[in-house]
């Protein structure tokens, strides 16, 4: 099957090409992030492969349907950037991911933990400038430390069993208790008593129009004075001017950051030569006790494989005329 691949990174090109191996799909791979002006490169293509930040709208799928595609293959877990009821209109398939490495972005949301209370960021700049000074660097034992999990999906429970082992007391809040979790002693409590017991939250529940903005000015106004608050989950969970307001005055103690809710316009390309237009996201990185990182929560061998894996068979179930294992329905 001919499938169109946007977004493409010389990564894609490795793992997804080593996924097709004996199966025969042709694979085109596109630099080009697929939007309005760019949906004309799928005409032909009866299946193209989509990632987190290309656009796909109503306007955008119809124009793909005039095209000639049937299915589009997200290679992530998320599909808030898929009009569904659009897509359901025009008769296209729509599959996804659900599951690469939970691994993965447990661990570099452990990550962050840790470099932020460990001011290991500051650290690593100073020691190279010859500065070996202490000051300014005091973190704190996780031991003991309450940790307060949004959502325990797969990556969620990740988490939770990780940070239980620092010898945290875990909190949750998710209106679907895993039973996992609850065996790993995690207790699962209303949203706003998360926010006051946590001395560290972690966002890792689905972008929907309930969670959209879910830690705005009130949510973190209820939070512990000077606790952290870590979100690898999706960028517009986290109202971004209200998070900067928080950092301004004390309240909020540290921010990791893998995603952001404006990423599209910004991550997975070099513009280190480009002045920075996103006056709220440069107003971040000015934060001593703020650490973003550009997406990179998935980038793992493991992960990587699982998703070319996962997407390249969802092609061949289409193909055979069958409904693919991981289809997103309306």
């Given at each position: 099957?001919?499938?169109?691949?946007?977004?493409?990174?010389?990564?894609?090109?490795?793992?997804?090409?080593?996924?097709?191996?004996?199966?025969?799909?042709?694979?085109?791979?596109?630099?080009?992030?697929?939007?309005?002006?760019?949906?004309?490169?799928?005409?032909?293509?009866?299946?193209?492969?989509?990632?987190?930040?290309?656009?796909?709208?109503?306007?955008?799928?119809?124009?793909?349907?005039?095209?000639?595609?049937?299915?589009?293959?997200?290679?992530?877990?998320?599909?808030?950037?898929?009009?569904?009821?659009?897509?359901?209109?025009?008769g296209?398939?729509?599959?996804?991911?659900?599951?690469?490495?939970?691994?993965?972005?447990?661990?570099?949301?452990?990550?962050?933990?840790?470099?932020?209370?460990?001011?290991?960021?500051?650290?690593?700049?100073?020691?190279?400038?010859?500065?070996?000074?202490?000051?300014?660097l005091?973190g704190?034992?996780?031991?003991?430390?309450?940790?307060?999990?949004?959502g325990?999906?797969?990556?969620?429970?990740a988490?939770?069993?990780?940070?239980?082992?620092?010898?945290?007391?875990?909190?949750?809040?998710?209106?679907?208790?895993?039973?996992?979790?609850?065996?790993?002693?995690?207790?699962?409590?209303?949203?706003?008593?998360?926010?006051?017991?946590?001395?560290?939250?972690?966002?890792?529940?689905?972008?929907?129009?309930?969670?959209?903005?879910?830690?705005?000015?009130?949510?973190?106004?209820?939070?512990?004075?000077?606790?952290?608050?870590?979100?690898?989950?999706?960028?517009?969970?986290?109202?971004?001017?209200?998070?900067?307001?928080?950092?301004?005055?004390?309240?909020l103690g540290?921010?990791?950051?893998?995603?952001?809710?404006?990423?599209?316009?910004?991550?997975?390309?070099?513009?280190?030569?480009?002045?920075?237009?996103?006056?709220?996201?440069?107003?971040?990185?000015?934060?001593?006790?703020?650490?973003?990182?550009?997406?990179?929560?998935?980038?793992?061998?493991?992960?990587?494989?699982?998703?070319?894996?996962?997407?390249?068979?969802?092609?061949?179930?289409?193909?055979?005329?069958?409904?693919?294992?991981?289809?997103?329905?309306?």
């Open positions: 099957m001919r499938m169109a691949v946007f977004s493409s990174k010389p990564y894609d090109v490795t793992f997804l090409t080593a996924a097709n191996q004996g199966l025969g799909h042709e694979l085109h791979f596109l630099e080009s992030r697929l939007v309005k002006e760019t949906s004309a490169l799928a005409a032909g293509f009866p299946a193209i492969c989509a990632f987190v930040n290309d656009q796909l709208d109503a306007e955008v799928l119809a124009r793909l349907a005039t095209g000639g595609t049937r299915l589009i293959a997200l290679r992530s877990a998320g599909y808030n950037n898929v009009d569904l009821p659009a897509a359901a209109r025009l296209l398939s729509v599959t996804r991911v659900p599951a690469y490495s939970p691994h993965a972005v447990a661990e570099h949301t452990v990550a962050l933990i840790l470099a932020l209370n460990r001011k290991v960021h500051r650290a690593w700049a100073r020691v190279r400038e010859g500065n070996f000074s202490l000051d300014g005091l704190f034992d996780l031991v003991g430390r309450t940790v307060g999990v949004v325990t999906g797969k990556i969620g429970a988490v939770a069993r990780i940070m239980a082992g620092f010898g945290c007391r875990m909190l949750a809040f998710d209106p679907y208790p895993n039973p996992d979790c609850v065996a790993l002693g995690v207790s699962y409590v209303p949203f706003t008593d998360l926010l006051t017991r946590s001395d560290i939250v972690s966002l890792h529940c689905p972008l929907t129009p309930e969670t959209r903005h879910l830690m705005d000015a009130t949510a973190l106004e209820r939070m512990k004075p000077g606790a952290m608050l870590i979100n690898t989950g999706r960028g517009a969970l986290v109202d971004t001017k209200a998070v900067i307001e928080a950092l301004k005055s004390g309240r540290h921010l990791g950051l893998d995603v952001y809710e404006e990423e599209a316009a910004l991550f997975f390309e070099d513009r280190s030569w480009r002045v920075l237009q996103d006056d709220v996201f440069a107003r971040l990185l000015t934060f001593p006790n703020v650490i973003v990182t550009g997406h990179q929560g998935f980038f793992t061998a493991e992960a990587l494989t699982a998703i070319a894996e996962t997407t390249v068979r969802a092609v061949t179930e289409f193909e055979q005329g069958r409904v693919p294992t991981n289809a997103v329905r309306a």
